[in-house]
């Protein structure tokens, strides 16, 4: 269990330096950021997937991809409003980020 947050604040940090290139102490962003994500994921995130069914079946599932995307955007919005800073994203950005956060984290947990 500890690892795997573990792994999710890697995830977290890769995407803050590297895609979003947010510079400076962000260690405590990203732990507050995971923190907010298993928040949303677990509360907010099984009641959208009911609600958006008829979406996601047209869409052949592909829409849960834009669902996470937006749910891991007002997660960020919710750590700037905590922190007090404001970094401006575009829908674009914030689905690359949540794309690759997937992908680093997928590839981190297969490796521990």
Do not use: C, D, E, K
Not at 43 to 58: G, K, S
Not at 87 to 104: C, D, R
């Amino acid at each position: 269990m500890l690892t795997r947050f573990l792994i999710h604040i890697v995830a977290l940090l890769f995407v803050f330096y590297v895609v979003w290139g947010i510079r400076g102490s962000v260690l405590w962003a990203a732990v507050l950021m995971a923190l907010i994500l298993a928040v949303v994921n677990t509360i907010i995130r099984p009641v959208l997937l009911i609600l958006t069914l008829p979406v996601t079946i047209v869409t052949l599932g592909l829409f849960v991809i834009v669902l996470n995307a937006l749910l891991f955007g007002l997660s960020f919005a919710v750590l700037q409003g905590i922190l007090n800073v404001h970094f401006a994203l575009s829908l674009v950005q914030i689905l690359i980020g949540y794309l690759i956060y997937v992908i680093v984290s997928t590839v981190l947990t297969h490796v521990f």
